[in-house]
């Protein structure tokens, strides 16, 4: 299964090496590993999904833990964050075409249908921008292969996630971040789930 | 700072390194010279407290550092130039690591001029050891080399211990910086975020522990490590649990204990094996269920419930699934549970003693077939070297001052079997990695450590000329180890599988060896060949009061078989035992 986890490391040569060569040493895939800066200084952050047994959440948090260059980790799933992706695309859009000159306006009304943007336009092709869940992405993907399209280029960032809310997230218990006083606010409040939509990690707070 | 800066001296960055050594307190560093890390050297006799050890192979630096960590529980320092020098530490570094080892290695780098062109002698040492330390610095700036240092030797022996790397580059050492050692001082260890030992866990294990009528308990490295060998005892003593031994943990509780065991897994003797298997209890300290103690995992003590107290939280769950988890320092976490136990609670009572009384019995058959009751039948055993060595140091009553250094192969499990451990860190061994060649460095910087203290190396043929070259620096250093070369003609262990598993294909596990007493002889140490078993005691007692370093080379029956042997995809109970009539055993006809 997939696993999410969004860990906030030192801002320093190898940092990623060591991260990537982590998971090369427990044999698990990573499927898409994005780093950025954070909202905290000489910090970065991680946003690492890999497919692994369902059990190995535990272990590769504790393992990612024990990376001296880690400053804290969360696992994440669908339910309690916010996941994004961001995706260019380049299609096919010329004269020559299967749908010759009309190519251009039946994909900005397919960009328009998937909330994509287009970024550029040449004599022979488009190039869209598109945000969103990965799903979303793989539909806008299909849809234009589907309809005859050449895709020409693709470049997806892998996924980004944050937790809803922020008062409970233990990105922020980590930092040492007060919650906040007016619990109203924040309707999605992940600890107040159903134990089984939280972490299965048993070990976990 | 900038106040203080009048009063702290500006050193190189050479100083600076061997001044953070000092100041850490150490007095001994195992190593090798070499270009990149020559201005350390140059600098070495302005620090009179700090010993250099000259090695033979920057291998045997990284086992001698490890072989001092182990015999104290301190931080032990090897140092190595660039590329070749810093790429032999690679299998003492892997060994420091998956027995969780506490060492600092220092690497002379090229200048950061031109880190990146292949400048000669220039290797990625910090990409290389990435895997096998705990945590890697390269430092290209003078200012960077005393916090890098102190850092390292923070992270090595806190929490779980292991390796640090330290590679600093040849211009780090030659500039200047000013010196401040307390300034240097890292920012206070940060406990791994997922230990938890809570309340609610621990009043299940007391639950748990209340209601075993069979319980075990699994010593590993981590009793000694966390220094909890009194605290496992009295556990085990209030509640009549028995105690069985990892390799590394064999020498966490004293082996004539009533309650222990003895060496548990794929060579541990039977009554070991089948306890686990028939327990309801498994209170797994500080170990971490390694394939060598677990035989097949899914027949593993398929009826016991198991409680794992571990310092390292990715270590639960990995192998076997475990009820409790106790995730902290093993000796932190018996200070919350004891009190629990003992609280107005009744140590268990006929249940307890029935089940250690299944055991012994289960001891009692097995041991007919031991090979130790063998009467001497002419033939040398290494068993029987073994156990008269154990014997000699016994009847002297040096057992609490007895250091055994072992190789890797059948004689490394006949020492686990047969020398009767009495103290902590009286063991030295590879057991995570096996390394061979590791006993001889691994000794000297156990006694370089502990001078006061016998020191035996047990070896193999084989092993022993990993690194032989060693036998110098010993000559060089004055120091008094014995040396028994457990001499079968083979490579062993390796034999050993060969005849249970590849149909007596015996490839490339025959081994020639040059005389090893000329050999000890050419260094300028003493030393004796032993063929019969009345020889070994006096041999014995001859290396160990000579006060100078002594080999003996123990020629012993070549074909003889390790037993009990748990074979690959067994479960912990199927063991191959020593043939009923084994050939080698039989005794000569006159007797
Ligand atoms: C560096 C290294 N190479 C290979 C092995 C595989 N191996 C394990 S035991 C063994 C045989 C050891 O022979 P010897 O030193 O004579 O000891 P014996 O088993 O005969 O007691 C070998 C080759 C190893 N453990 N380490
Ligand atoms: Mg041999």
Known sequence: ?205 | MADSNNANPTLTGSEILLATLAGEGITTVFGYPGGAILPVYDSLRKFPTIHHVLVRHEQSAAHMADGYARATGRVGVCMATSGPGATNLVTGLATAMMDSIPIVAITGQVSSKVLGTDAFQEIDITGITLPITKHNFLVTRAEQIATAVREAFQIARSGRPGPVLVDITKDAQQATAAFDFDAARPRPYRPHPMLRAESSSIQEAVTLIQQAKRPVILAGHGVVESGAETQVLALAEAHQIPIASTLLGLDAVPANHPLSLGLMGMHGESWVNHAIQQADLLLAFGMRFDDRVTGNLSKYSPNSKKIHVEIDPSEINKNVWVDVALIGDLKEVLSLLTPLLSAGNQPRGADGSEWLKQIRASKGNASVRDIINLPDNGHLYAAHVIHDIWHEAAAAGRLDQTIIVTDVGQHQMWEAQYFKHQAPRSLITSGGLGTMGFALPAAIGAKTACPEKDVWVIVGDGGFQMTAAELSTIVQEKLAINIAVINNGFLGMVRQWQEAIYDKNYSASPILSPDFVLLAAAHGIAGATVRKRADVIPHATLARTSGKPFLINFLVEKEDGVYPMIAPGSALHEMLRRPQHDPLLELPEDL
């Open chain 1, 1 to 205: 299964m997939l696993h999410t986890f969004v860990a906030l490391v030192q801002d320093r040569p190898g940092v990623l090496t060591r991260v990537a060569s982590l998971f090369r040493r427990l044999n698990i895939n990573i499927v898409s590993l994005t780093v950025g800066e954070s909202e905290r200084p000489d910090t970065s952050r991680m946003t690492i999904v890999c497919d692994a047994h369902e059990n190995a959440a535990h272990r590769i948090r504790a393992s990612l833990y024990k990376l001296e260059t880690t400053i804290s980790v969360d696992e994440v799933n669908r339910t309690e964050a916010v996941v994004r992706e961001l995706c260019l695309i380049k299609v096919a859009a010329g004269p020559n075409q299967p749908h010759g000159l009309h190519s251009r306006s039946q994909i900005f009304e397919l960009a328009q249908v998937f909330r994509a943007r287009v970024v550029d336009l040449a004599p022979e092709s488009i190039m869209l921008e598109m945000t969103g869940s990965a799903s979303k992405i793989e539909g806008l993907l299909q849809v234009l292969g589907e309809s005859g399209y050449s895709i020409l280029e693709v470049s997806r960032t892998g996924r980004m996630a944050m937790r809803r809310g922020h008062h409970t997230s233990r990105v922020l218990q980590a930092l040492g971040t007060r919650p906040t006083l007016n619990p109203s606010v924040f309707a999605e409040d992940p600890d107040a789930l159903p134990s089984d939509q939280t972490l299965p990690n048993i070990f976990d707070e």
